[in-house]
């Protein structure tokens, strides 16, 4: 067993609309920047754990994704893994690679997403979207659902509602929080929405699903993110490099345990306990937020944020840039776009630069020590399918 396990290069490509790039071109330059960050070549990676959720409907291409796309990038002749659950794709594809390396199988993988997920039949893209719920139950009836819009926008609008009568929360709150990640976004050399917008500009965007508007929910994007994960002691004992304090996996509980940690609760306790650190430990977070909904859920469902406490979180600018705990501090999904099989990565690759403190014109002004990554997936009956927590740290 490896007693330490980090993260030792790390490396993406721009998220947006990329109608005339392949998989293979997204993924060598991720993984081309990955490992001269690591100060490695492609003979030195043992393994890869290849995450995409969405291949199979929109190019074409299944069962050998991850073989096909690293073939050209010289990652043959080794074991590739290929993963897929959703929007936690990428979160997965870590939490293996982390596996393999904890349990002594190999010192040094690569974690490699790539998404191609926009197509000029746009009908027939949100229609591979909605291929993330269970096909066999009625997942949204809302009219338009699968034909303009991803359908799990309806289940976006359905929690703001729930935000808004259970927790306090107003609509103004979600444009300033969107209003945050696109602010952010400005800054970030990676991101889709690199335009910025007030809290007016969000609450006066097209609305897509009452109450939220298009810039409350993330872009859909093409895009690759890859990180290299090692054991090796003199990598280790770097100063750039940076641990893997714990690795998680949680699904959604059975629907007879109806008072049992959803998939997301779950995965961030099981994290902490392994970290053998609490929420109040954290100095950043990276979380889930295709809508703005999705991220408010997050900081509780997480345990950052007591439930109730949404509200003020945001009037006091909790999450914000300088406040106590920045979340989503280079876009997020809303503002860096969401790739769904890179997204998970792509978090990992913001979190390394800031622990680092190599986050350029985004680095906050204290480096932070500690950060919690979560991302979710999917829905069966109503709830996340999926959803991996990784907390990561200096020294």
């Not at 259970?166 to 335009?195: C, I, W, Y």
Request: proline content about 4%; charged content about 20%; glycine content about 10%.
């Amino acid at each position: 067993m490896a007693e330490t396990v980090v993260v030792s290069g790390v490396g993406m490509s721009p998220f947006g609309k990329f109608l005339d790039r392949s998989m293979k071109d997204l993924g060598r330059v991720a993984v081309d920047a990955a490992l001269a960050d690591a100060g490695i070549g492609v003979g030195d990676v043992q393994a890869m754990f290849f995450s995409n959720a969405l291949a199979g409907l929109i190019t074409g291409q299944e069962c050998i994704r991850g073989e096909v796309v690293g073939y050209p990038l010289g990652l043959a002749g080794i074991p590739i893994h290929n993963v897929e659950n959703a929007c936690a794709s990428g979160g997965n594809a870590l939490h293996l690679a982390w596996m393999a390396v904890a349990s002594g199988m190999y010192d040094t993988v690569l974690a490699l997403g790539v998404e191609k997920a926009n197509h000029a039949d746009r009908q027939r893209m949100f229609s591979a979207y909605a291929a993330g719920a269970d096909v066999e139950e009625s997942f949204s009836t809302g009219e338009g659902a699968g034909q303009d819009r991803s359908p799990f926008v309806d289940r976006q609008a359905k929690l703001a509602t729930a935000l808004f009568d259970e927790r306090g929360v107003t609509v103004e709150d979600l444009a300033q929080v969107a209003s945050r990640s696109l602010k952010s976004a400005m800054l970030n050399p990676f991101a889709h929405r690199r335009f910025g917008a007030t809290t007016e500009e969000v609450l006066a965007a097209r609305v897509v699903v009452d109450p939220l508007t298009v810039l409350m929910s993330s872009p859909v994007s093409d895009g690759a993110a890859a990180v290299v994960v090692t054991s090796r002691p003199e990598v280790a004992a770097s100063d750039r490099a940076v641990r893997i304090l714990a690795s998680q996996l949680a699904t959604r509980p059975p629907k007879d345990r109806p008072d049992a940690p959803n998939a997301v609760q779950a995965s961030a306790l099981a994290a902490f306990e392994q970290a053998g650190l609490g929420p109040s430990d954290m100095d950043l977070a990276e979380v889930h937020d295709a809508s703005v909904a999705y991220e408010l859920m997050a900081w509780t469902d997480v345990g950052l944020c007591q439930r109730g406490e949404e509200h003020r979180w945001i009037a006091e600018g909790i999450t914000e840039a300088d406040g106590t705990l920045p979340v989503n501090r280079t876009g997020g999904l809303v503002g860096r776009g969401h790739a769904l099989g890179a997204s998970g990565l792509a978090q990992v690759h913001d979190v390394v630069a800031q622990l680092r403190g190599e986050a350029g014109e985004l680095q906050l002004d204290t480096a932070p020590e500690r950060a919690v990554v979560q991302i979710g997936g999917g829905v069966v009956d109503w709830q996340t399918a999926a959803s991996t927590v990784h907390v990561l740290g200096r020294g």
